[in-house]
């Protein structure tokens, strides 16, 4: 009798191997920027190693400095070939607080040669949400993965909003775009301008507005504020941009 053959595993879909990554991985040592210090008691009046090599250094006052979105997202988006699922992978992790630098902890254990640095890992309540909101979204046509991820941020869906029915991508000239408000535009810090220059995702959601008298058509910003305004300040002349029609 022949053996029966093995039926083969299906292959896990993105969105299920990004949260398994999520959910097992320490980011490493140098992906995260880690300060602290190390205490040798053996330096401080302590005969705990005797002279011989010194395996007692402690390490102390942890913290994160910065979580950067070049270390902690784009490594997971760039698995993405949709454009439109990355920029949502992408705004859910950032709204979520995966680049607020309190939202980690670093994880410290015990060798051979003392006290060292194991990583660090995400607070375990954003990991959740992050990993529940990921699969909710998994099944959803593209339309209502952005409709979804702004009920997310804002709380709810604008109603022009929700009788639309595609979304595509498109490059646009920033011109063509209704963004100003003078008032918070002079409000947006140079910080944020600096911290989008190099986003490499479409900068906004925008819906079509024909209402000009030269039949070109303008897009109305709905989502990405400071990542346009981060463009013109930068002299980007042409964007991606998902478009909802």
């Not at 003392?114 to 949400?129: A, P």
């Not at 409709?147 to 604008?158: A, P």
């Not at 463009?231 to 964007?239: P, T, V, Y």
Request: proline share 4%; net charge negative.
């Amino acid at each position: 009798m022949k053996p029966k053959s093995k039926t083969p595993k299906p292959k896990p879909s993105l969105i299920e191997t990004i949260v398994s990554d999520l959910q097992s991985k320490r980011f490493g040592r140098y992906s995260i920027d880690v300060e602290y210090e190390t205490y040798y008691p053996c330096h401080n009046g302590s005969n705990c190693c005797n002279g011989d090599m010194c395996r007692c250094g402690q390490i102390q006052n942890t913290h994160v400095e910065s979580a950067k979105r070049s270390e902690v997202i784009e490594p997971i988006t760039s698995k993405c070939d949709d454009i439109i699922l990355a920029y949502c992978i992408d705004r859910i992790m950032t709204m979520s607080g995966m680049l607020d630098k309190d939202n980690w902890e670093v994880n410290v254990y015990r060798g051979y040669y003392g006290e060292e640095i194991d990583g660090v890992e995400l607070n375990r309540t954003i990991m959740d949400t992050v990993c529940a909101r990921l699969q909710e979204i998994e099944t959803l046509s593209d339309i209502d993965r952005i409709k979804r991820f702004l009920e997310y941020e804002y709380g709810y869906v604008l109603p022009k909003l929700k009788k639309l029915t595609t979304a595509t991508v498109r490059e646009v000239s920033i011109d063509n775009l209704d963004v100003f408000n003078e008032n918070h535009y002079r409000k947006i810090e140079k910080q944020a301008i600096d911290y989008y220059q190099d986003y490499k995702l479409p900068r906004a959601v925008c819906n079509k507005d024909w209402a000009n008298d030269d039949f070109i058509p303008e897009y109305k910003v709905i989502d990405g504020y400071h990542r346009v305004v981060s463009a013109n300040k930068n002299k980007i002349n042409k964007i991606k941009v998902i478009v909802l029609e």
